[in-house]
């Protein structure tokens, strides 16, 4: 039971590059996340999908989309790379009896 | 509109001290509210969470925290503090029933020798 996959852990982009981060879970989780931290503000959601088939914006999508490929996966799509975009990226998916969620171990994306 | 408010961006204490991470929170509608604690380049860890039951929750590692709506506070605590507890900790508040967390900015500990 592996929880919240991430990959990659670390990459470098350079400005107008664009990449997909890949997020899997194995619990089972109707709902999952992306979140962004940069120093200071804690995570701020991206984008969400509260179940297959669905997702929604969250605090800061522009630049960003995302798809739910089925139950266990969600990725989040960079087209078009900038300097701001530089963070590190989180998974998360929720556990609806318990209420919290559970989160991977993070991407750390750097763009030049 | 919910909201939290962590009071204090770092704390320093000495090793085996008490601990004491401030949260405030805002929330229309009764809240879920957790703490959760992130090594250095770790994920985040959940440490303990209130979702209307009791209000002094205990957590993992020797953390607790009181839920205290008149005060709309959620702080944490731990008696003695262990080297192994320097870290970033965030205090989150949810609705219940909605899928959405909002984050505190985070409080950095550090564990003086």
């Known amino acids: 039971n592996a929880g919240v996959t991430q990959t990659p852990k670390f990459q470098v982009l350079k400005t107008g590059q664009s990449m997909t981060l890949q997020c899997a879970q194995d619990m089972n989780h109707n709902s999952m996340y992306w979140y962004r931290q940069d120093p200071g503000m804690g995570l701020r959601l991206i984008y969400y999908s509260a179940s297959e088939g669905t997702t929604d914006k969250g605090e800061v999508p522009n630049g960003y989309n995302v798809s739910r490929l089925n139950k266990r996966e969600f990725s989040l799509r960079l087209e078009s790379a900038a300097p701001s975009q530089t963070s590190v990226y989180f998974c998360?998916?929720?556990?609806?009896?318990?209420?919290?969620?559970?989160f991977g171990p993070g991407t750390r994306l750097t763009v030049t | 509109a919910q909201s939290v408010t962590q009071l204090d961006s770092h704390v320093s204490v000495s090793e085996g001290t008490p601990v004491l991470l401030r949260c405030n929170y805002s929330?229309?509608?009764?809240?879920?509210l957790f703490w959760y604690v992130q090594h250095p380049n770790k994920g985040l860890q959940l440490l303990l969470k209130?979702?209307?039951?009791?209000?002094l929750v205990k957590g993992i590692n020797g953390f607790e925290a009181e839920f205290k709506k008149s005060e709309t506070s959620f702080h944490l605590t731990k008696p003695s503090a262990h080297m192994s507890d320097a870290a970033e900790y965030f205090c989150v508040v949810s609705s219940a029933g909605t899928y959405k967390y909002i984050f505190g900015t985070g409080t950095r500990l550090k564990v003086l020798a």
């Open positions: 929330s229309s509608y009764s809240p879920s």
């Open positions: 209130y979702t209307s039951a009791a209000t």
């Open positions: 998360a998916s929720f556990h609806l009896q318990g209420g919290e969620q559970y």
